[in-house]
C-alpha cells in the first residue's frame, strides 16, 4: 500500500513540474498581454464612449502589434464585439509555362463583402436570428424532447377533434359543463393550441422566403443587375436585422487593406450610418479597422475615420534578432567593397 502512494506520489510531482515548466515553443497567434503601459486601451476606450465617433482606424505598417493590441483590449475590458478577419495571400505570378506569366488574379469586391456577410451572420446564435432568409442547421436544445412529445400529443388531439367535429360545432361535445367533462376540454385546448402554434410556425418560416430567380426546365430568369450589386447594399436588411437581434456593440475588422480597395470602405461606412439611424437599433455600433499606414492619403483619412490610433512598432528582445541580422549583413557587404 506504501508502494502504491508513493508511486502516485512521484507521477503526479512530475505532471505538476512538467505543466510548471515554460514551453520552449512560441506560437505566432496575436498575444492578449501587448500594450502594458495601456496607452492604445485609453485611446479605445476614449474613441468608443466618444458619441461622435462610429469609425475608429487602428493604423501601423504590418507586424506592428495591431491584433495583439485589439486582443489585449477585449480581454481587459467587457465588451461586446464581433471580429471579421479576411486575410488573404495571393500569389504574385502563377507561372503558366516556361516564360509565360499569368497575371494576379484580383479579388473582387463582391468576395470582400460575402466574406464579410458570412462572418457577420454565421457568427451568431441560429436561434437568436429566427426570421433570417440565411437557414442553418440547428442542434437539438433540452427542450427538444419535450416538444416532440408535445407534437405527438397535439397531433392526436387534432384527429380526436377532427373526428368529433360535428359534436364541437353542435355544442354537444362540451356538455356537460362539469369537471366530470374535463378529458374533452383537455383535448380541445391541447389541438387547439397545437394549431396556433403550427400557424405561427409556418407564419415565421415565410419571413425567409424570398423570390431570387424563375426557371422553367432549362430556361431561368434571373435579374441582371444581381451580378453588378453590391452584396452588402442588396442585404442590408439582414445586416440591420442582425444588429437587432444581437448586442454586439463593436465590429472590429481586420486585413480589410490586403485588397487595395477603397470602395469596400465606403459601403462599410454607410452601412455604419444606416444601422446607427435605425430605430431598432437601441445603441451605437462601432466599426474598428486595423489597417496599414498608407492605405489613405492623409486627406482622404477624416472621410472614412472619425478617430485614429496610429500603432508605432517597439523593437525588443523578442524581435529585434532580425534587424540585427540584416545590419551585420550590411557591414559584411561594406566590408568586402573595401577590400575590393
Not at 510531482?13 to 498581454?33: C, G, I, K
Not at 485589439?70 to 467587457?78: A, E, G, P, R, Y
Not at 469596400?264 to 489597417?291: Q, S
Request: hydrophobic letters at 45%; charged letters at 25%; a positive charge.
Amino acid at each position: 500500500m506504501r508502494q502504491l502512494i508513493a508511486k502516485i506520489r512521484t507521477r503526479f510531482s512530475r505532471s505538476t513540474t512538467a505543466a510548471d515548466e515554460p514551453s520552449q515553443f512560441v506560437n505566432l497567434a496575436p498575444t492578449d498581454t501587448a500594450d502594458e503601459a495601456g496607452v492604445y486601451a485609453k485611446a479605445l476606450k476614449a474613441a468608443i464612449k466618444d458619441p461622435k465617433v462610429s469609425n475608429i482606424a487602428l493604423t501601423g505598417p504590418y507586424g506592428s502589434g495591431k491584433s495583439s493590441i485589439i486582443q489585449s483590449f477585449l480581454k481587459q475590458n467587457d465588451i461586446s464585439a464581433l471580429q471579421i478577419s479576411l486575410a488573404a495571400f495571393l500569389p504574385e505570378a502563377i507561372k503558366a509555362g516556361a516564360d509565360e506569366a499569368v497575371p494576379d488574379r484580383k479579388v473582387s469586391k463582391q468576395e470582400i463583402e460575402r466574406s464579410i456577410l458570412q462572418q457577420m451572420l454565421y457568427g451568431a446564435d441560429a436561434n437568436k436570428l429566427p426570421f433570417s432568409r440565411f437557414k442553418r442547421i440547428r442542434s437539438p436544445g433540452r427542450l427538444s424532447a419535450l416538444l416532440s412529445l408535445y407534437a405527438l400529443i397535439g397531433a392526436a388531439s387534432v384527429w380526436h377533434l377532427f373526428q368529433k367535429r360535428d359534436d364541437i360545432l353542435g355544442g354537444a361535445y362540451f356538455l356537460p359543463l362539469a369537471k366530470s367533462n374535463w378529458p374533452h376540454f383537455a383535448w380541445f385546448v391541447v389541438g387547439a393550441s397545437f394549431v396556433w402554434v403550427l400557424l405561427h410556425q409556418v407564419y415565421k418560416a415565410s419571413f425567409g422566403i424570398s423570390l431570387k430567380s424563375i426557371s422553367l426546365k432549362d430556361i431561368e430568369i434571373t435579374p441582371a443587375a444581381i451580378a453588378q450589386e453590391s452584396i452588402l447594399n442588396r442585404h442590408l436588411d439582414e445586416i440591420i436585422y442582425f444588429f437587432q437581434s444581437t448586442k454586439y456593440d463593436l465590429v472590429i475588422i481586420e486585413d480589410l487593406d490586403r485588397f487595395d480597395d477603397s470602395e469596400i470602405f465606403v459601403t462599410l461606412r454607410e452601412i455604419n450610418k444606416l444601422i446607427n439611424e435605425n430605430a431598432g437599433v437601441k445603441r451605437t455600433i462601432r466599426f474598428l479597422y486595423a489597417l496599414r499606414d498608407d492605405m489613405f492619403i492623409n486627406t482622404d483619412r477624416t472621410k472614412f475615420f472619425e478617430f485614429i490610433i496610429p500603432v508605432i512598432p517597439i523593437i525588443n528582445s523578442s524581435n529585434s534578432i532580425d534587424k540585427m541580422g540584416w545590419t551585420a549583413s550590411l557591414r559584411h557587404r561594406c566590408a568586402m567593397m573595401e577590400v575590393h
